[in-house]
Every structure is written in structure tokens, then in C-alpha cells.
Nanobody, 121 residues
Framework: QLQLVESGGGLVQPGGSLRLSCAASGFTLEGFAIGWFRQAPGKEREGVSC????????NYADFVEGRFFISRDNAKNTVYLHLNSMKPEDTAVYYCAADSISCATGEFDYWGQGTQVTVSS
């Protein structure tokens, strides 16, 4: 069974940091572009960041403003999203997803169940 599992979410104060992990089971992430998305209550899901299969291309949504960093460790079959200088508006459920072609195609076939991130004092 092909599965993505996110972890690392939690409660953090404004200005704090978290590291989210996206681990694969049943398949290898190598060869897949991996995207991170988020959905806040009452809002549509939005893209946050994406990294291509080789790790050489990364892109970020405008609202990231240099605060987040995406990386991958193919040996551990895991992709990370480092969240820094967090703001209350970053509160959302964060999801990772895999695209077998590239970040540009936007055809993410596999999705995780999400991890809750809450930024509050």
C-alpha cells in the first residue's frame, strides 16, 4: 500500500519554528516531486512549497517570504518542511503529496493525512 505520513506538527508560539516530516511507506520517494500544502479552517487548500525529485529545484508560495525551507533525504525516504518565524496565519493542517513527474505538472497522485500546526501565544 502506497502511503505518505506527515509528522512534526504541534503548537508553537509566534516567531517559533517547527520541522514537518513527510515519510513514505510502500514506495520510494526518490523520483517523485514532493509538495507541501496547507488548509486553514474555512479556507481552500493552498500550495506552500515543492521540491523536485533531484532536490535541485525548490519553489515557495509568496506568503512564505523566506521563512520556510524544503529539503529531502532520499536515504531516509523523507521530505522535510522547515517552518521558521512562524505567524498565527500559518495555522493550518499541512499535507504532503507526491507527483511522479515534476512540481510544475501539479498532478499529485499520493497524499498524506495531514498534520496540524497551530501558531498561538
Amino acid at each position: 500500500q502506497l502511503q505518505l505520513v506527515e509528522s512534526g506538527g504541534g503548537l508553537v508560539q509566534p516567531g517559533g519554528s517547527l520541522r514537518l516530516s513527510c515519510a513514505a511507506s510502500g514506495f520510494t520517494l526518490e523520483g517523485f516531486a514532493i509538495g507541501w500544502f496547507r488548509q486553514a479552517p474555512g479556507k481552500e487548500r493552498e500550495g506552500v512549497s515543492c521540491i523536485d525529485s533531484g532536490g535541485g529545484t525548490r519553489n515557495y508560495a509568496d506568503f512564505v517570504e523566506g521563512r520556510f525551507f524544503i529539503s529531502r533525504d532520499n536515504a531516509k525516504n523523507t521530505v522535510y518542511l522547515h517552518l521558521n518565524s512562524m505567524k498565527p496565519e500559518d495555522t493550518a493542517v499541512y499535507y504532503c503529496a507526491a507527483d511522479s513527474i515534476s512540481c510544475a505538472t501539479g498532478e499529485f497522485d499520493y497524499w498524506g493525512q495531514g498534520t496540524q500546526v497551530t501558531v498561538s501565544s
